[in-house]
């Protein structure tokens, strides 16, 4: 480790998994630039994923200005599959993973690591997310799960994800995602768990721009990453009660929500179906989900006013 002015200061290699991200990757790019932090410390790693709409000559341009920028050509779709590409390539002692559509301030990076310094137990670092111009649902999902988390800061000292947006990783947790992971942010805080390390919440928030344009896309996108969280939370639950309490305590009730939660609350809707009726139990959901909605709705507004002061790429 080099130190900076007396500040120690670790090498930092910082991934993008792209494809197909023509409308964002100028964007990304120049935020990456921007970064505050040693220019010494810092390597870009961009893994293209078999991009056909641009990104890659955009990528290819802005990377031979600059020699800490690596430019990895793949046909790989998937982005765990493309990180393993880059952390081939990685020697850092610290790993940010960021995607191209999310938009991190300038001193994210130092935020993060002042966060790991604060406790060496810590091997995951993730910040709190923000949709930009958000479908009422997107929204009301944000604010529950950035909830969810401080919740589980502020009683356990640890939180059970981060998300896929930006995160930050001590390079010695894993070598390679598995073949099969669908959930890169997902498996590194398991296994970060596993090995008894902590993963930590910065209230920093990064703002992520692809956010779900009808309600049909919503459920579907929440779906998919349900089912990859629960594939995860599989992955390494035969470990689960050799896990540090923290933790341990963190991700079990994300597997009872996960798995018990849906069938009791199934349980629960036939019952009252069955006291009261398919009528006033429809209706009743009706209300509340509307009332939901509706607060979703203003969460929103009051969102758009503070994020739209945040250049767009």
Request: aromatic share 6%.
């Amino acid at each position: 480790m080099e130190t900076t002015a007396g500040i120690e200061w670790p090498m930092v290699d910082v991934i993008v998994a792209v494809r197909n991200e023509a409308q964002m990757i100028a964007g990304k790019l120049r935020e990456l630039d921007a970064i505050a932090y040693p220019a010494d410390r810092l390597r870009f790693v961009i893994v293209d994923g078999g991009s056909s709409d641009g990104t890659i000559a955009a990528i290819t341009a802005h990377a031979a200005q600059d020699r800490r920028w690596l430019t990895l050509h793949t046909n790989l779709a998937s982005k765990p599959a493309q990180l393993n590409e880059a952390l081939a390539c990685t020697r850092a002692p610290w790993i940010l993973v960021t995607d191209a559509d999310a938009r991190v301030p300038s001193d994210t990076l130092r935020r993060l690591l002042d966060e790991a310094g604060r406790d060496p137990r810590i091997g995951v670092v993730g910040t709190t997310v923000e949709p930009f111009d958000p479908h009422p649902l997107d929204a009301w999902h944000w604010r529950m799960s950035n909830w969810i988390r401080r919740s589980e800061r502020r009683t356990g000292g640890s939180t059970g994800i981060v998300v896929a947006t930006c995160y930050l990783f001590r390079r010695n947790l894993l070598d390679r995602f598995p073949e099969d992971a669908l959930a890169d942010d997902v498996h590194v805080v398991c296994r970060a768990a596993g090995q008894g390390a902590r993963t930590a919440l910065v209230e920093h928030a990064v703002v992520e721009l692809r956010v779900a344009a009808t309600t049909v896309w919503w459920f579907r996108h929440k779906l998919r990453r349900t089912l990859a969280y629960l594939r995860e939370v599989l992955r390494f639950a035969p470990g689960l009660f050799r896990m540090a309490a923290p933790m341990r305590t963190v991700l079990l009730w994300r597997s009872l929500a996960l798995t018990v939660g849906p069938v009791a609350g199934l349980g629960v809707v036939l019952l009252l179906i069955s006291l009261f009726g398919l009528s006033w139990v429809a209706g009743g959901i009706l209300v509340v989900g509307l009332a939901g909605v509706r607060s979703a709705g203003r969460a929103a507004q009051c969102l758009q006013s503070e994020v739209r002061l945040l250049p767009l790429p």
